[in-house]
Protein backbone atom coordinates (compact mmCIF):
# COMPACT_ATOMS: atom_id res chain seq x y z
CA UNK A 1 0.00 0.00 0.00
CA UNK A 2 1.37 3.51 -0.73
CA UNK A 3 1.65 5.92 1.81
CA UNK A 4 -1.15 8.15 0.40
CA UNK A 5 -3.15 4.77 0.65
CA UNK A 6 -2.10 3.99 3.80
CA UNK A 7 -3.24 8.17 4.86
CA UNK A 8 -6.31 7.99 2.94
CA UNK A 9 -6.88 5.27 5.15
CA UNK A 10 -6.40 6.94 8.08
CA UNK A 11 -8.04 9.51 7.04
CA UNK A 12 -11.53 7.72 6.16
CA UNK A 13 -11.42 5.96 9.94
CA UNK A 14 -10.87 9.38 11.51
CA UNK A 15 -14.08 10.73 10.10
CA UNK A 16 -15.92 7.39 11.35
CA UNK A 17 -14.07 7.80 15.01
CA UNK A 18 -14.94 11.44 15.30
CA UNK A 19 -18.74 10.72 14.37
CA UNK A 20 -18.49 7.92 16.78
CA UNK A 21 -17.56 9.83 20.00
CA UNK A 22 -20.06 12.53 18.77
CA UNK A 23 -17.31 15.38 18.36
CA UNK A 24 -18.91 15.63 14.66
CA UNK A 25 -22.34 14.99 13.53
CA UNK A 26 -23.72 15.41 10.31
CA UNK A 27 -21.50 18.35 10.09
CA UNK A 28 -17.68 19.16 10.93
CA UNK A 29 -14.38 17.70 9.12
CA UNK A 30 -10.91 16.62 9.41
CA UNK A 31 -7.64 16.83 6.83
CA UNK A 32 -4.52 15.76 6.52
CA UNK A 33 -1.54 17.46 4.28
CA UNK A 34 -0.58 15.92 1.18
CA UNK A 35 1.98 13.56 1.67
CA UNK A 36 4.01 14.39 -0.64
CA UNK A 37 3.24 18.44 -2.05
CA UNK A 38 2.74 20.15 1.10
CA UNK A 39 1.06 22.63 -1.07
CA UNK A 40 -2.17 20.47 -1.25
CA UNK A 41 -4.52 19.19 1.40
CA UNK A 42 -6.48 15.84 1.76
CA UNK A 43 -10.17 16.77 2.57
CA UNK A 44 -13.67 14.82 1.87
CA UNK A 45 -15.98 15.95 -0.82
CA UNK A 46 -19.32 17.77 1.45
CA UNK A 47 -20.53 14.69 3.02
CA UNK A 48 -21.30 13.79 6.62
CA UNK A 49 -17.88 12.07 8.34
CA UNK A 50 -19.85 8.78 9.70
CA UNK A 51 -20.65 8.06 5.58
CA UNK A 52 -17.12 9.04 4.39
CA UNK A 53 -15.30 6.37 2.41
CA UNK A 54 -12.15 6.70 0.75
CA UNK A 55 -13.60 7.59 -2.94
CA UNK A 56 -15.05 10.70 -1.26
CA UNK A 57 -11.73 12.24 -0.70
CA UNK A 58 -10.48 15.31 -2.84
CA UNK A 59 -7.24 16.81 -3.02
CA UNK A 60 -7.14 20.46 -2.50
CA UNK A 61 -5.30 23.54 -3.25
CA UNK A 62 -4.31 25.38 -0.32
CA UNK A 63 -6.53 28.21 -1.67
CA UNK A 64 -9.45 25.79 -1.60
CA UNK A 65 -9.40 24.91 -5.41
CA UNK A 66 -9.77 21.30 -7.01
CA UNK A 67 -7.63 19.82 -9.17
CA UNK A 68 -8.90 19.68 -12.49
CA UNK A 69 -11.66 17.36 -13.75
CA UNK A 70 -13.10 17.11 -10.53
CA UNK A 71 -16.67 18.02 -9.96
CA UNK A 72 -17.19 17.00 -6.80
CA UNK A 73 -18.23 19.23 -4.57
CA UNK A 74 -16.49 20.60 -1.70
CA UNK A 75 -16.97 21.37 2.04
CA UNK A 76 -17.90 25.07 1.40
CA UNK A 77 -15.54 25.80 5.30
CA UNK A 78 -12.77 23.75 3.43
CA UNK A 79 -10.60 26.92 3.84
CA UNK A 80 -10.49 26.52 7.31
CA UNK A 81 -7.82 23.76 6.73
CA UNK A 82 -5.68 25.27 3.49
CA UNK A 83 -5.49 28.85 5.51
CA UNK A 84 -4.10 26.91 8.54
CA UNK A 85 -1.70 24.80 6.68
CA UNK A 86 -0.66 27.89 4.84
CA UNK A 87 0.43 29.87 8.12
CA UNK A 88 1.27 26.68 10.04
CA UNK A 89 3.66 24.59 8.13
CA UNK A 90 4.62 22.07 10.79
CA UNK A 91 0.90 20.95 10.74
CA UNK A 92 -0.54 18.19 9.49
CA UNK A 93 -4.16 17.70 10.25
CA UNK A 94 -6.95 19.65 11.01
CA UNK A 95 -10.00 19.03 12.86
CA UNK A 96 -13.26 21.18 12.28
CA UNK A 97 -15.98 20.63 14.55
CA UNK A 98 -19.14 22.26 16.36
CA UNK A 99 -18.82 19.21 19.81
CA UNK A 100 -21.07 20.99 22.18
CA UNK A 101 -19.31 21.67 25.35
CA UNK A 102 -16.48 23.87 23.61
CA UNK A 103 -19.05 26.30 22.36
CA UNK A 104 -20.33 28.07 25.85
CA UNK A 105 -16.66 29.30 26.57
CA UNK A 106 -16.88 31.41 23.14
CA UNK A 107 -20.03 33.01 23.52
CA UNK A 108 -18.74 34.58 27.09
CA UNK A 109 -15.06 35.19 26.22
CA UNK A 110 -13.89 32.76 28.16
CA UNK A 111 -11.01 30.87 26.39
CA UNK A 112 -10.14 27.15 27.55
CA UNK A 113 -6.90 25.62 29.08
CA UNK A 114 -6.00 22.33 30.28
CA UNK A 115 -7.12 21.08 33.37
CA UNK A 116 -6.46 17.21 33.03
CA UNK A 117 -3.34 16.05 32.17
CA UNK A 118 -5.30 13.97 28.87
CA UNK A 119 -5.68 17.67 27.69
CA UNK A 120 -2.36 18.52 27.87
CA UNK A 121 -2.19 18.32 23.99
CA UNK A 122 -4.46 22.20 23.73
CA UNK A 123 -1.18 23.36 24.85
CA UNK A 124 -0.99 26.90 27.51
CA UNK A 125 -4.33 28.08 25.73
CA UNK A 126 -7.30 27.37 23.12
CA UNK A 127 -7.71 31.32 22.04
CA UNK A 128 -10.97 33.09 21.14
CA UNK A 129 -12.17 33.81 17.52
CA UNK A 130 -14.84 36.15 16.61
CA UNK A 131 -15.69 36.47 12.61
CA UNK A 132 -17.46 40.00 13.49
CA UNK A 133 -14.53 41.50 14.59
CA UNK A 134 -13.45 42.17 11.04
CA UNK A 135 -16.37 40.97 8.72
CA UNK A 136 -19.27 41.79 10.93
CA UNK A 137 -22.56 40.05 11.08
CA UNK A 138 -22.09 37.18 8.30
CA UNK A 139 -23.88 33.34 8.96
CA UNK A 140 -20.85 32.93 10.21
CA UNK A 141 -19.43 30.22 7.90
CA UNK A 142 -15.82 30.45 7.29
CA UNK A 143 -16.63 30.81 3.59
CA UNK A 144 -13.41 32.45 1.76
CA UNK A 145 -9.57 32.66 2.53
CA UNK A 146 -9.76 35.95 4.16
CA UNK A 147 -11.90 34.61 7.00
CA UNK A 148 -9.84 31.34 7.22
CA UNK A 149 -6.30 33.43 7.40
CA UNK A 150 -8.27 35.95 9.81
CA UNK A 151 -9.03 32.77 11.91
CA UNK A 152 -5.72 31.08 11.20
CA UNK A 153 -4.09 34.37 13.04
CA UNK A 154 -6.40 34.43 15.97
CA UNK A 155 -4.95 30.96 16.35
CA UNK A 156 -1.43 31.60 15.89
CA UNK A 157 1.21 29.46 17.20
CA UNK A 158 -1.66 27.52 19.20
CA UNK A 159 -3.02 23.92 18.60
CA UNK A 160 -6.48 25.27 18.55
CA UNK A 161 -9.34 27.57 18.36
CA UNK A 162 -12.36 28.75 19.26
CA UNK A 163 -15.14 30.18 17.31
CA UNK A 164 -17.42 32.25 18.40
CA UNK A 165 -21.35 31.43 17.97
CA UNK A 166 -19.87 27.92 16.18
CA UNK A 167 -17.20 25.45 17.25
CA UNK A 168 -14.16 25.39 17.43
CA UNK A 169 -10.89 23.86 15.25
CA UNK A 170 -7.63 22.31 16.25
CA UNK A 171 -4.38 21.09 14.68
CA UNK A 172 -2.10 18.68 15.12
CA UNK A 173 1.05 16.42 13.06
CA UNK A 174 -0.60 13.47 12.32
CA UNK A 175 -4.14 12.67 12.20
CA UNK A 176 -3.64 10.51 15.35
CA UNK A 177 -2.42 13.27 17.41
CA UNK A 178 -5.17 16.03 16.40
CA UNK A 179 -8.45 13.60 16.65
CA UNK A 180 -6.87 12.73 20.50
CA UNK A 181 -6.43 16.49 20.50
CA UNK A 182 -10.10 17.13 19.25
CA UNK A 183 -11.67 14.38 21.52
CA UNK A 184 -9.66 16.05 24.64
CA UNK A 185 -10.64 19.58 23.55
CA UNK A 186 -14.28 18.43 24.27
CA UNK A 187 -13.47 16.62 27.61
CA UNK A 188 -11.83 19.66 28.60
CA UNK A 189 -14.07 21.90 28.16
CA UNK A 190 -17.15 19.67 29.71
CA UNK A 191 -14.72 19.31 33.09
CA UNK A 192 -13.73 23.22 32.72
CA UNK A 193 -17.25 24.33 33.15
CA UNK A 194 -18.31 21.45 35.92
CA UNK A 195 -15.29 23.07 37.84
CA UNK A 196 -16.55 26.59 37.15
CA UNK A 197 -19.86 25.85 38.86
CA UNK A 198 -18.22 24.01 41.22
CA UNK A 199 -17.05 27.00 43.34
CA UNK A 200 -16.23 30.39 43.70
CA UNK A 201 -12.77 29.23 43.24
CA UNK A 202 -10.65 29.79 40.80
CA UNK A 203 -9.50 26.84 38.81
CA UNK A 204 -6.56 25.19 39.26
CA UNK A 205 -5.01 25.01 35.67
CA UNK A 206 -2.52 22.75 34.45
CA UNK A 207 1.01 24.96 34.25
CA UNK A 208 2.77 25.56 32.03
CA UNK A 209 5.80 23.69 33.10
CA UNK A 210 3.35 20.61 33.22
CA UNK A 211 1.81 21.40 29.63
CA UNK A 212 5.54 21.15 28.49
CA UNK A 213 6.29 17.85 30.57
CA UNK A 214 3.19 16.43 28.88
CA UNK A 215 3.85 16.76 25.71
CA UNK A 216 7.43 16.15 26.06
CA UNK A 217 5.89 12.34 27.05
CA UNK A 218 3.33 11.89 24.11
CA UNK A 219 5.91 13.04 21.81
CA UNK A 220 8.07 10.58 22.16
CA UNK A 221 5.41 8.03 20.81
CA UNK A 222 6.24 4.49 22.74
CA UNK A 223 4.00 1.87 21.67
CA UNK A 224 0.72 1.00 23.24
CA UNK A 225 1.21 4.86 24.91
CA UNK A 226 -0.25 8.17 24.49
CA UNK A 227 -1.55 8.66 20.42
CA UNK A 228 -1.48 4.99 19.23
CA UNK A 229 -3.04 3.61 22.34
CA UNK A 230 -6.23 5.92 21.87
CA UNK A 231 -6.14 5.32 18.05
CA UNK A 232 -6.63 1.88 18.46
CA UNK A 233 -9.42 2.08 21.17
CA UNK A 234 -11.36 4.82 18.88
CA UNK A 235 -10.46 2.50 15.95
CA UNK A 236 -11.99 -0.48 17.44
CA UNK A 237 -15.15 1.12 18.91
CA UNK A 238 -15.91 2.48 15.48
CA UNK A 239 -15.69 -0.87 13.62
CA UNK A 240 -12.56 0.51 11.15
CA UNK A 241 -9.26 -0.89 11.06
CA UNK A 242 -6.79 0.24 13.11
MN1 LIG B 1 -18.53 24.76 10.89
Known amino acids: ?6 LI ?3 VAANRILA ?37 IMVLDLDGSKQPG ?12 GAVYERR ?10 SRSVIPFGLVGETIRPVVHSSGTLGYEVPLWDTRTKFGDTNLLVSSMAMGRDMADAMAGNN ?3 MRGHGSTVVGKSIQE ?3 TA ?31 IIGRISDGLPGEGFSRAWDYWCRRAGVAG
Open 1 to 6: MSTLDK
Open 9 to 11: GDL
Open 20 to 56: NEHIVDGFGHISVRHPTDPSKFLLSRARSPELIEAED
Open 70 to 81: DDRKPYLERFIH
Open 89 to 98: PEVQSVVHSH
Open 160 to 162: GVL
Open 178 to 180: VVY
Open 183 to 213: YYLEWNASLQLQASMLSRNPINFLTKGEVDS
